[in-house]
């Protein structure tokens, strides 16, 4: 399967040295099979780091035979999802015991809703109901160095149009 990572420089050899803590599924490298979610995670990182000179989409080929190893895969957006990303972007350590994690992304517009559930301002069914909705997105967080080196492969990286 072909997936991207959006940087802002050229990864040939991932490495979890540069994993952020916070993130919807804890400290990984995070590659999606969506290749415009990929585009749009590169431009805003770009933005984020004035010294970049241009986006870069990594491709890469994960091979989907992830039988010898330790995957969480969540098939939709639910409560075990929603709990999950909330403990994880909390600093809890509910993803140590994976390899990778597979699931939906909670990005801008997702996570407004999440956090108007955690301010007590949307019950969690209507959390759910609302994220449901979400354009469609994806993201396989490969947190071990082990998974990344036996079922990731790069293949090219290609520069985009410079962030004004």
Known sequence: MIVYH?????????????????????????????REQAEHWAR???????????????????????SAFSVLRFCGVDE??????????DGKDVYSA???IIGRVADDDVFRTIQSYRQGDITKARAIE????????DQFALRT?????????????YEMESVA
Do not use: M, Q
């Open 130 to 137: 609302l994220l449901r909705f979400a354009r469609p997105n």
């Open 98 to 100: 994976h390899d990778a």
């Open 6 to 34: 959006g940087s802002t420089v050229e990864i040939k050899s991932p490495d979890l040295n540069h994993a952020k803590r916070f993130l919807d599924f804890g400290p990984a490298f995070y590659v999606t099979s969506f």
């Open 80 to 89: 075990t999802w929603l709990d999950f990303v909330c403990d994880c972007r």
């Open 44 to 66: 805003r990182k770009c933005s984020r780091v004035p010294s970049s000179s241009a986006p870069v989409v990594n491709v890469y080929e994960l091979d989907d035979d992830l």
């Open 145 to 157: 160095s082990r998974i990344i080196s036996a079922k990731l492969r790069f293949v090219r990286s």
